[in-house]
């Protein structure tokens, strides 16, 4: 996952906003909602998922293709 914590911004007057009010303001303003962001992050965690077991999840394709070019007779 990007791992991005930090959702600090410089508002309109130059200063420096950051923790909650900062969060807030990247999840309702730039996400456009809760949904969005529990969208954005479900993602992200599901493509790093694939991207850390995608040789579990190969190998478990190749192993079925495998057995079901096999027949026994």
């Known amino acids: 996952m990007s791992k991005?914590?930090?959702?600090?911004?410089v508002n309109q007057n130059g200063k420096r906003v950051s923790?909650?009010?900062a969060f807030n303001h990247y999840?309702?303003?730039?996400?456009?909602g809760v949904q969005n962001?529990?969208?954005?992050v479900g993602m992200e965690y599901l493509?790093?998922?694939?991207?850390?077991n995608s040789d579990i999840i190969n190998e478990g394709l190749a192993k079925?293709?495998?057995k079901s070019r096999f027949?026994?007779?």
């Open 71 to 73: 027949k026994a007779v």
């Open 64 to 66: 079925k293709a495998r």
């Open 37 to 40: 962001y529990n969208d954005e």
């Open 47 to 52: 493509q790093e998922f694939v991207r850390q």
């Open 27 to 32: 999840v309702y303003t730039e996400k456009g």
């Open 19 to 21: 923790g909650s009010a």
């Open 4 to 9: 991005k914590t930090d959702f600090s911004y």
